[in-house]
């Protein structure tokens, strides 16, 4: 059983690690197409949606769409996803930034998974680590299950303070799963892919230096717009 989990741990790596690109960027399509599709279906459910007061603060919004973990006793994560931050002026969604993750853990924890996986940042240190070469969950930067729900709406003003927020969706079993102590790190072969330049988030997020978005990214950030607009602080 120990040598079967094992091997489904190193297919899962081999299949997610950031070396595995197209060259045309279909990849990175198909990603953040799922990604949006993610965030739709988790905003069109009242009782498991992100609050509307939460998400419309959002500084900088990461989303995996499949996030693998995989463990027997000893366990690691993978997974390929992307960031995008909000215009500081406009409060509008910005061009996207790919990133992957990977992680282990001890202790106990058995089974396989696959997570859909929405970090909200929102804080100007969060943003921060966000845009550095790569950050740990939980260690270079708090994080915390967010509220959910239509009744959580109320409380979310008063009460949210962190720096990021964590929202998954489980497509599997597993026993012991957390997503602290995840590295993320920026995907600079998926950026090439997508925009034919070797760029990092931070040259994406922040300094702007994407010199044509591509008409799929121009899309994700309409839907986007839509789907988590901005909302001014009273």
């Not at 509307?52 to 959002?58: E, F, N, Q, R, Y």
């Not at 509008?92 to 696959?114: D, I, K, M, N, R």
């Not at 920026?186 to 925009?195: H, L, M, R, T």
Request: aromatic letters at 10%.
């Amino acid at each position: 059983m120990k040598s079967l989990s094992l091997s489904i741990v190193l297919t899962l790596f081999l299949t997610s690690i950031p070396w595995a690109q197209s060259p045309d960027g279909a990849q990175q399509r198909k990603l953040l197409r799922t990604g949006q599709l993610v965030l739709e279906e988790i905003q069109n459910s009242p009782d498991s949606k992100i609050p509307d007061s939460l998400i419309a603060k959002a500084k900088a919004i990461i989303v995996f769409p499949t996030m693998i973990k995989s463990g027997f006793f000893v366990g690691a994560r993978y997974g390929t996803g992307f960031a995008s931050s909000r215009d500081r002026d406009t409060g509008a969604w910005g061009a996207p930034a790919f990133l992957y993750t990977a992680g282990g853990s001890f202790g106990f924890q058995f089974g396989a998974e696959v997570v859909d996986l929405i970090l909200l940042v929102m804080t100007q240190r969060g943003l921060e680590g966000l845009l550095s070469e790569k950050f740990t969950l939980g260690g270079d930067i708090a994080v915390a299950a967010g509220p959910v729900g239509r009744h959580a709406e109320a409380s979310t003003d008063i009460f949210m303070q962190g720096e990021m927020y964590s929202y998954s969706r489980s497509k599997g079993l597993f026993a012991g799963v957390s997503v602290k102590g995840a590295i993320i790190t920026s995907d600079v072969d998926a950026n090439q892919a997508y925009y034919g330049a070797p760029l990092t988030a931070e040259a994406i997020l922040l300094s702007n230096q994407v010199g044509k978005i591509p008409e799929s990214g121009k899309q994700f950030i309409q839907v986007f717009n839509h789907l988590a607009p901005y909302r001014t602080r009273k």
